[in-house]
Structure formats: structure tokens, C-alpha cells
């Protein structure tokens, strides 16, 4: 009996010692296999008057397709059409107040007196953001927003990224020699598609890991413009796409829809233009899912 009650003992203490210095449990999930973080996607909305409606149904793929949207950054009417979808994050109301729009919402009267030497001063666009954003400025915004102007004194790009949204816009969407330039301070500002016809860069700087932009064409009118003023706008409006469509390469995928033959104050086919994007978005999709899966980041 002593024998059995002594074994017993030392099975004890040689179980209590084996406890002691067994090693501790492994964890379920190794660090190494922790999920990264999902990719900050930002938008880069391009100018092209009212051929920038197309950007409406890019945004209305994406969100059906839910490939999320952290930033917008607009350039020129892009800048508004960002600033119609950033106000809530929702497509349906940033369509709903795009599909509203006339040409008179935003040129002032004497916009077509600019032939003879008149000037937009741009109130009317100032009033129609007023009226359809609910955000007065632009850090009360539901998905992050930027809007891109240019230094007309140094050619150097403005970000705004605070203040008020309908100053932003204003400044952004004024086209050099139709409307009256905007002044901030001591800084005079015309329309951002001078320097940053798509704004990749400016998404990048802003924090977005992968970019996609959206590249209006410029229009192609059925015949060659004869008069010295179509002449010249039209080569600065193809100068201006080409540009465009250069700083696009550096986006993670660049969505161009087919719109050419809109001219670019025909606010008479918002519902095409609408459709055109949509298209141009679902080619892009294999694109998008591929630039998502591999972080972006990888161009300069």
C-alpha cells in the first residue's frame, strides 16, 4: 500500500513538472497570415463640359458592382459631379440633381455674349451647388472630396480640400476666357484642367492606394471649326485631352467613354452620356478587380 500511495506521488510530481514546462499554447492564425487592410480607392474625375455627365454612370457601375469609393478628387465639371456624389455617397442622388441640369443652371446670361467679348462670372454655378449640395463645406462631406483649381499667376495646381464646396467648384470649373477668373485671397484661379486635366496625382498625394480615372475625350464636331475663336478653342480643348489622357497613364485603370460626338455645352443628352459611362465602367471592371487584388501603388 505505501508502494502504491509513494508511485502515485511521483506520477504527481512528474505530471505537476511536465505542466510547468510544456511550452505555451501556439496562437490559431500565425501574424504572418493577418489580413491586410483594403486598398483606399480614390476617383479622378476629368473635365469635358457636359460630356462629363458620362461620369455619373461610372459611378453608378461602381456602386452597383460595391467597388468602394473613399476619395473623390474632380477636375472642371468633374469637380461637380464629384461634389453631387460626395455630398451623400450615394449615386442616386448625385444623378437625380446631374439629370436637373441646364446649361442656363450654369453659365449666367451673357455666357453666349463671350463671342463678342463677354464673360460667365460664374454665379449661377455657385447658386446650383448651393441648391443641390447639402454640404456647405467641404470636410462635412460624406466620402472625402477635392476639388483642383490652377494658380493662373505660376501655372501651379490649388487643391481644395476644405472650405466652402461652391467656391471650390466655381474656381475649378472656370474655363480661361469664358469665365471671369476667381479670386481667394490674393491667389487668381482658373478652371484645374489647365494643369491637371485628369487629377491622378492629386488622389495619390491625398492618401489613395489605387487610382481610377475617368478620361473625357475632347469632341470631335461633324466639320473643322472656320472661325479664329472655334479655331482656337477647339486646338486648346484637343490639347487639353491629350494632356488628359497622358497624366491618366498613371492611374491603376483609366476609363474613357465614348462620347466624342457630344459637344461640350449639349446638356440635351445627360441620359447617353449617363450610359456611355456606364459601359465604359463594365469593360473596366476586370481591371478594377485586378488593380484592387494587387493594392495599386505600383505607378508612379
Known sequence: ???????????????????????????????????????????ALGGGGARGFAEIGVLRVLEQEKIPIHLVVGTSVGSLVGALYADSGRVLDAEFHA?????????????LAIFSGGFVKGERLRRFVNAHVKARNIEDMAVPYAAVAT????????VFSRGPVAEAVHASCAIPGVFVPVQVGEVTLVDGGVVEPVPVAVARRLGADVVIAVAIPAAIPPTAPRSPLGIAYHAVAIMAAEIGRLKARDADVVIEPR???????????????IEAGEDAARAALPAIRAALAGRGGSRP
Open 99 to 111: 439629370l436637373d441640369v441646364q446649361e442656363e443652371d450654369l453659365f449666367d446670361v451673357r455666357a
Open 1 to 43: 500500500m505505501r508502494e502504491r500511495v509513494r508511485n502515485g506521488l511521483v506520477l504527481l510530481a512528474l505530471g505537476a513538472g511536465g505542466c510547468a514546462s510544456a511550452p505555451p499554447p501556439q496562437a490559431a492564425f500565425p501574424a504572418s497570415s493577418e489580413v491586410a487592410p483594403a486598398p483606399r480607392v480614390g476617383l
Open 151 to 158: 494658380d493662373l499667376r505660376t501655372g501651379a495646381p490649388v
Open 259 to 273: 462620347v466624342g460626338d457630344v459637344a461640350y455645352n449639349d446638356f440635351s443628352q445627360k441620359k447617353r452620356l
